[in-house]
């Protein structure tokens, strides 16, 4: 059966465009936006069907026990500076939605751990990609926190799981500046035999 005809303009300006914003305001996602952005991450590589990738969704009414669970995490990893505790703690309101994304790994002879946890990568960007198509912003952020034992615990996975972000979801508070013009040729090369 052939492909749909794309316009392929505008695909590639949707990649083009997607930027992390730090500041993000509501509105976010609607369940209806959201559950097409998780359809369109769940068609990313995934090498044997095996569906490694987890999503977490963090709802507004959510983010202060979600700080919680933050400032747990880094007192987890031993930090003890009540700055940073509630520094960490306040990072859910940065955005009116949150979603945790995870690898839970899977074992199996011909798919090794580390084609699962790219197989996620390629699904968080799906996400960002299918997010920013419907008007909104992102912001993919890591951190110490998801190196945690007992913030996995929160979400079900085990210790050998990977946690590959926390991303921000909401509205740009305001516009930022063009992504700069990427020079191919530091990037690219042709490559020969001889």
Do not use: C
Request: hydrophobic fraction near 45%.
């Amino acid at each position: 059966m052939p492909m749909p005809e794309l316009d392929a303009s505008l695909v590639h300006q949707v990649i083009y465009q997607r930027q992390s914003i730090g500041q993000l305001i509501e509105p976010a996602p609607s369940i209806q936006q959201l559950d097409q952005a998780f359809s369109a991450a769940l068609t990313a590589p995934d090498h044997h069907r095996l569906k490694p990738t987890r999503f977490f969704v963090i709802g507004a009414d959510q983010r202060a026990a979600f700080g919680e669970v933050l400032t747990g995490a880094l007192k987890d990893l031993g930090e003890t500076d009540p700055v940073q505790l509630d520094r960490v703690k306040h990072h859910p309101f940065r955005a009116p939605l949150l979603v945790v994304a995870a690898t839970q790994l899977q074992d199996h002879p011909k798919v090794p751990f580390f084609e699962q946890i790219l197989s996620t990568g390629a699904a968080i960007q799906n996400f960002l990609l299918s997010l920013q198509a419907q008007g909104f912003a992102t912001m993919w952020r890591s951190g110490a926190v998801i190196e945690s034992s007992w913030f996995k615990q929160h979400f079900g996975l085990n210790e050998r799981d990977i946690i590959s972000g926390i991303i921000y979801v909401g509205t740009a508070a305001k516009a930022i500046a063009p992504r700069t013009e990427i020079d191919l040729h530091n990037f690219v090369k042709q490559w020969s035999a001889q």
